[in-house]
């Protein structure tokens, strides 16, 4: 359970943090200001894959969450089912 809520918190907060740097120009204005704006170019090949992949992660994430929700109630369901035999 641990594991699903440190796989959902990355990926929303980075998706956060690369929709922002993508779509706004704060990374642009960033690397002008440090004297690294050639680099500003290849922001749109690292920057939408990245983006892409954090937003699988959190789709991935709540896919797992919502799977082990399922799985702990079949888990207690089944175990009523037994005692209702006995």
Sequence with gaps: MNKNRFLL??????SVIVALCCFTPVLVILLGAIGLSAV?????IV????????IGLTGYALYRKQKSQRDQAGCDESHRQRENHE
Excluded: E, M, Q, S
């Design 9 to 14: 918190r990355t990926g929303v907060i980075a």
């Design 40 to 44: 500003i170019g290849y922001l749109d």
């Design 47 to 54: 920057l939408l894959p990245a983006l892409a992949f954090f």
